[in-house]
């Protein structure tokens, strides 16, 4: 599958942005889908995940899990980060990946359960 990401800009603290990754080309699979950020001189860091039937959700932690929503519409192959209230640390490259699927508790997401890459689209939170 092929991946884009889009939707990043430049915000202020308190805003909000929606990211959206279109997914293009053949699976023979059913993909879970993840969204990955990197911030300059950082290494690259889980953001949130969910299954392909949306049923299982995962968020990098509580405070992420209180901003961000991740979400997926399997009929027009999108998948989307609605980040709210943005912090100047969440200030990054954000990467949408796709791997084969994955669900239930206890999972821990890493990038290495996903094997196909988006390019990133920059997200800058300042003030």
């Known amino acids: 599958v092929q991946l884009q990401a889009s939707g990043g800009g430049v915000v202020q603290p308190g805003d909000s942005l929606k990211l959206v990754c279109a997914i293009s080309?053949?699976?023979?699979?059913?993909?879970?889908m993840g969204w990955f950020r990197q911030g300059l001189g950082k290494e690259r860091e889980f953001v949130a995940a969910?299954?392909?039937?949306?049923?299982?959700?995962?968020y990098k932690d509580s405070d992420v899990k209180g901003r961000f929503t991740i979400s997926r519409d399997n009929t027009k192959r999108t998948v989307t980060l609605q980040m709210n209230d943005l912090k100047p640390e969440d200030t990054a490259v954000y990467f949408c990946?796709?791997?084969?699927?994955?669900?239930?508790?206890?999972?821990?997401?890493?990038?290495?359960?996903?094997?196909?890459w988006g390019h990133g689209t920059q997200v800058t939170v300042s003030s």
């Open positions: 969910l299954s392909y039937s949306g049923g299982s959700k995962y």
């Open positions: 990946a796709a791997g084969p699927n994955f669900l239930g508790v206890g999972i821990d997401v890493t990038a290495s359960l996903f094997d196909s």
């Open positions: 080309g053949r699976s023979d699979r059913s993909n879970a």
